[in-house]
């Protein structure tokens, strides 16, 4: 067996061996692949790598840390992320993952990270361990990983939304974005969201983005608050649709959603995911997801239940 450098050139065989070992719960499509690891500069090549022999794929790890240094943000808290590990069912028990894992952290560390998170990666396929493979959980915390908290994703396949639209207090309203209020949500993530939410707007317009995939909450001029609706014409996979290939009809996804601070406690963020639901009703969506979240009795006053769960983890790298 040799542990190679990560190549696009594996890109169908890393997806055949995703979807071998995970693809009943996170069914992998090479689209997403593509665009989460191999278009993603934050991926860190010295720590990412194949296991392979007699020209089949073993396994692979794919580790990440911050370099988009000419942005305004930085992400991460001074750690990086083990996107995803995974070896063949049949190639376990061999010490191949325990390689890769320790190769990955070794040359995050080299690198100046002091942590290393599961998941939660700027283009992240997952916020943390799946509870649905509780193996996996035991495996990392073996090897020193702490669990810290339970997120998860939700879903609503009723198509009970309320189609009409909210009245807002104090005259504020909602609408879809368009490609002229770039510079203002721009300016409204700063101030409210200035890490990874802000992050993740700016790469939508950077990477086809309209307008569609936001609804914007205005007061006059000025926006102060936003609700996310993506569906599958959209320009990119966004987080809460990874997993579309699970759903017979078309998947539609809510969030994330922020108000202002200088704005909460007016009903506000109900009344804007209601608007996203209502939204994503007109475009034929029945099936919604939230994707990490754990505000899990807030979205139930809307019909979402529990649908994935996830444990954050960390390892500190010494």
């Not at 979807?19 to 934050?42: I, S, V």
Request: a negative charge.
């Amino acid at each position: 067996m040799n542990i190679i450098p990560l190549n696009e050139d594996w890109l169908a065989p890393m997806c055949e061996l995703w979807n071998q070992e995970l693809g009943d719960d996170f069914p992998m499509r090479e689209q997403l692949m593509r665009q989460n690891t191999f278009q993603d500069e934050n991926v860190y090549l010295e720590g990412s790598k194949l296991a392979v022999e007699d020209g089949s794929l073993l396994g692979f790890v794919i580790a990440k840390k911050w370099q988009e240094q000419q942005r305004e943000m930085h992400l991460g808290d001074g750690g990086g992320w083990i996107q995803a590990i995974l070896v063949r069912s049949d190639a376990r028990g061999k010490g191949i993952g325990s390689r890769l894992l320790e190769q990955a952290e070794q040359a995050l560390k080299d690198a100046g990270a002091e942590l290393a998170y599961i998941g939660r990666d700027p283009w992240h396929y997952i916020p943390g361990i799946p509870k649905a493979f509780p193996e996996a959980k035991a495996w990392l915390e073996r090897r020193g990983y702490e669990v810290l908290y339970e997120v998860f994703d939700l879903v609503n396949q009723t198509g009970a939304g309320d189609a009409a639209r909210q009245e807002y207090v104090e005259g504020a309203h909602s609408r879809l974005l368009e490609e002229k209020d770039r510079e203002e949500m721009l300016r409204f993530f700063k101030r409210c969201f200035p890490g990874r939410w802000y992050y993740e707007a700016q790469c939508y317009w950077e990477r086809g983005g309209k307008g569609r995939e936001f609804l914007g909450l205005f007061l006059g001029e000025e926006m102060i608050g936003f609700c996310r609706v993506n569906d599958g014409e959209s320009p990119l996979i966004a987080q809460n649709t990874y997993w579309a290939p699970l759903f017979d009809g078309p998947l539609g996804g809510i969030g994330p959603l922020g108000v202002d601070n200088r704005f909460r406690g007016k009903g506000y963020g109900l009344a804007i995911v209601k608007d996203g639901v209502a939204e994503l009703a007109s475009r034929g969506v029945k099936n919604l997801v939230i994707d990490w979240t754990e505000l899990v009795d807030f979205y139930a006053k809307m019909g979402f239940t529990v649908w994935k769960g996830y444990d954050l983890a960390k390892k500190t790298l010494k």
